[in-house]
């Protein structure tokens, strides 16, 4: 089943509002075995639907509509519809109904807008939106369905939960489709590519491997179509297996999990508690720590060790460090560990200590120049990062890394709390 | 000028990630007086690029592409570019000695993906990449302009600032188009909408009024066009006075500057220190306020008071408000600064306590109720915010509010250092 999403309005094209509906659209569609093969934005123009319209009902099986409905949009959407088809517009009493009585229970009366907005199309099949007042509407032409719906997040969701997918699944039977991420942390893209080359290169057509980099991290993603479900279970087993036992050191996580989730699953299994000490990160590494629900459970807190002062006098940093070694420095970093571990009582501290630019660099410690040191009371290690002169990334990126120094420590110095049993 | 926009990448077709690229170019691009008249997203699929791209430059003057680039994406995209053109692939030196060198810094050698990377149309301009390895390529067919960029976000956004958007400006001399943002906070947009109802109405029709809301905040982003720039300029001067005049508390800055700066420079300007005591939002105040270049000179650091313990033993919140009030409670957040400043000898000390979700929450403290406090040795003051459900909207959410109370109290309580002198 192909599928081709048109996303219609000129908020989107002026860049006020980012086109979020096509991505989540794209994932349910996904999921169940569709294949989305395009998605455009255009206007609130007549022509452009039209034009859009005709091009995309050549090319795909389905056709999604979103935005352009609505009150103040001028039933440009539909108009343009109802002339594709060749049909005229009709009054519907049950939708304006079911607006007059909302209006009633909230104490409001009912505009000649929202009577308007119930003329639909005569061969549209409506769709019910419990979360607004505009149906979706359902479209059959020349073997393809056409489903324009509102614009609004959550009425849109609603519409394709329970009028679209499982209409559609029923419409065209899907062809086995399986995803699953292997996310690591620690090397660059083309690194592991090189790494795992002949894995890659191995790889049967029916199964495709995508490199997806972020800051610090890189996705890898198997993709598997064109055999029963239960081969490609079998498939993608295989194939990522293959790959995990090449780089399992670079490995944090699968499919959706974040790097902070995973630290947080490694602390909690092994009954650790963490502080943490930042100076060039302000608060970053903290903040992706407790953004993860539940994270109260093995994240104490920590100091945001900016100025030197508080690095001394609430982390114990001795004065004569600072003077020698200068507040970037590995026997800093080492110190704000210790200071943080024995004034907060927390099983692992990690410290961290830069010159995240754009001033501040000297010729030895250069913008980008980062240590960060991670420890408990017996061991601490500690890495230098050499980044770059970007502000936001130098701190991104350290605060990735930290996060990564995290898991690993914790991983080899710890048993898991059920091994101990 | 006409701008057709291709994102390409098969990660947005199957929703894994949302195409934010389009709107920040769509916004740059309004925001010069071009007009974006279609965004489309296509997979990494040679003849998608090649029809689309045909079709683009047919309805266009520019056509921006970006993603498809990268060691590891097979080049498919470059090849269907230099294919489409009739022109062949060239080694180029100086993109490979600069990954290179940028390798050596970081102590690794580069592989042959990268050496491939470096292979270019042969009539592609190349334009420079500070913050990574793939080059944009500028390419000129029949009178449109064609640009490729790499799609990672702050890789295109580099080379859309520094590459694209000049020398279109130079190639298609736009009509006279003057912006004005004026940045506010602490309203919503309907709110706001409804106080300068009557301005708005009264705009004259080469003068538009765009609402730009983001979490917190909304910027108010006046157009005007049609007239000699010196018009524009003093249209744009008089309308935006009649604005600001009518809403004056809820104004922190103009066009691009953000919350965070104004507060620091607010604070430089007072010569005042400020210190955080985060709960709720885990670091996320102090990673604002430390992501503005120069905050050391304002910021000293503090706390994330994470657990009651630290909001005891570091802070000296009594057991006993805690116990009576809970951690979520004006009593708390009021003895959090108190706190602060007596430990950090802060001039003011902004703290927060809340129930960021999705558990935690009760009846009489829902998830999404904070508590911010600010104040210096003198005075204190607080609020409260019902926020929602989304754990990340409530930690940013609330994060806004806090620099904004941080502001309305410098400046209220404080005046500027060149006035007392």
Not at 306 to 329: F, I
Request: proline share 3%; charged share 25%; with cysteine.
């Amino acid at each position: 089943m192909k599928v081709q999403i048109i996303t219609i309005g000129d908020e989107i094209l002026i860049g006020q509002i980012i086109d979020t509906n096509s991505a989540w659209m794209a994932q349910q569609l996904n999921a169940n075995g569709a294949q989305v093969v395009r998605i455009e934005s255009i206007g609130d123009e007549y022509e452009e639907i039209q034009q859009t319209l005709d091009r995309s009902i050549a090319n795909a099986d389905v056709v999604l509509i979103t935005g352009g409905l609505g009150p103040t949009k001028d039933d440009i959407t539909k108009k343009a519809l109802a002339d594709y088809f060749n049909t005229e517009m009709e009054f519907h009493p049950e939708s304006f109904e079911r607006i007059v009585k909302i209006f009633e229970r909230w104490g409001r009366t009912t505009t000649e807008a929202h009577r308007q907005q119930c003329y639909m199309p005569k061969n549209a099949e409506l769709l019910f939106n419990k979360m607004g007042s505009a149906p979706g509407m359902w479209f059959e032409h020349k073997n393809t369905v056409i489903i324009s719906m509102p614009g609004v997040p959550y009425e849109m969701k609603y519409i394709m939960k329970y009028g679209v997918i499982p209409r559609l699944k029923e419409r065209f039977p899907m062809q086995g489709i399986l995803h699953r991420t292997i996310r690591t942390v620690g090397e660059g893209e083309s690194r592991i590519a090189e790494r795992i080359e002949d894995i890659e290169s191995a790889l049967p057509q029916h199964i495709k491997l995508a490199f997806l980099p972020s800051l610090g991290t890189v996705r890898l993603r198997l993709t598997a179509k064109g055999k029963t479900e239960e081969e490609l279970a079998a498939d993608i087993q295989h194939y990522s297996q293959q790959i995990e036992e090449r780089i399992p050191e670079l490995i944090y996580g699968h499919d959706s999990q974040k790097l902070e989730e995973a630290v947080g699953q490694i602390l909690k299994a092994r009954g650790l508690n963490l502080a943490t000490a930042e100076s060039c990160t302000g608060g970053h590494i903290g903040h992706k720590i407790t953004s993860v629900p539940g994270s109260s459970a093995y994240f104490i807190g920590g100091f945001v060790a900016y100025s030197n002062n508080v690095k001394v006098q609430q982390l114990g940093v001795q004065e004569h460090t600072l003077k020698q070694y200068g507040a970037v420095s590995e026997q800093t970093v080492i110190e704000m560990v210790k200071g943080t571990n024995k004034v907060l009582g927390s099983d692992i501290a990690v410290a961290i200590s830069g010159v995240a630019g754009p001033g501040g660099g000297t010729k030895e410690k250069p913008v980008g120049t980062v240590w960060i040191a991670v420890g408990n009371q017996k061991k601490i290690v500690t890495k230098k990062l050499s980044i770059g002169k970007d502000r936001i990334k130098n701190i991104e990126y350290s605060s990735v890394q930290a996060l990564n120094m995290i898991r690993q420590f914790a991983v080899e110095q710890y048993n898991l709390v059920t091994e101990n049993i």
